[in-house]
């Protein structure tokens, strides 16, 4: 058996610069205390977060946790989270890192042991609010049968899994992840009478050509499974919310920088995502995301409609 790489190893082989790897480092040390957290943080918590959404405990208690690690640790100046109202800023913003996170990215599916995961976005000086393309560093956990991280430190460096193994620490798993071409996996969010008539038309040529339903209600997991298998996920403009559902800085860009980097593409519909400047903290956008030949269809469908 080859030697196990863990991830500290493969930070320090890529010469990932040292607050970047430490913050990379730490961040993964969260997902053992943030999964034992999931039996006694299993109900709705009766408040909102900043979305308006209904908070689990583990909302909550994902989002304390992760904060103040973060504010404990002297690498990063700000921190923008889903459930928070406003960008937290810290001391000396200008010269430390900027973490966007969705402490815990499908909640709600807790209470009946489906995969969710975390996502984190990592800019440069502590800037929160800029694009996604020019993120230091991306990456995601997703708590499911495996406890596995899957991140990206920039652009040309390749998207990485790694697993958690018996001795607490992330292993490589897998180098180089690349979107399978052919790939016909299709995750469509919102329902379909609010669909608007370009979107239902986009979707029903997808499955007429053979994309098939698999839709479990976590973006991560849906992103996670079309990285490893191909295909699509969207979340789209309704008629009821022309910028659909998915937060611009917490889900869809660093998600949207890992597909990217690994050979796939995101879109609005219009345009790349990961080069929106955002204007404001919760920004939603809608998205298209997977492989580039699905995203160019809807692409030039909407210029075209």
Known sequence: MSDIITLEDYLTKIGCETSLGDLILLLSEQAGPIRDAFPENQDYAGTENASGEDQMELDKYAD????????????????GSEEKDTILYLDNPDDRLGVNMDPLDGSSLIDVNLAV???????????????????????YMIYGPMTTLVMT???????????????????????NLRIPEGGKILGPGALRKDYTDIHRQYIEQLEAEGYKLRYSGCFVAEVHQILHKGGLYTYPATKENENGKLRLNFEANPMGRLVEEAGGMISDGYRNILKIVPEKVHQRVPIYVGNKGPVDKIEYMMKNQ
């Not at 904060?67 to 990063?76: A, I, N, W, Y």
């Open 117 to 139: 995961g975390t996502i984190i976005g990592i800019q440069d000086k502590g800037n929160i609010l800029n694009k996604g393309e020019d993120m230091l560093a991306a990456m």
């Open 153 to 175: 430190t920039g652009k040309g460096k390749g998207v990485h899994e790694f697993v958690l193994n018996k001795d607490g620490e992330f292993a490589l798993l897998r180098e």
């Open 64 to 79: 304390k946790h992760l904060t103040e690690v973060l504010k404990e640790s002297g690498l990063v100046g700000a921190i």
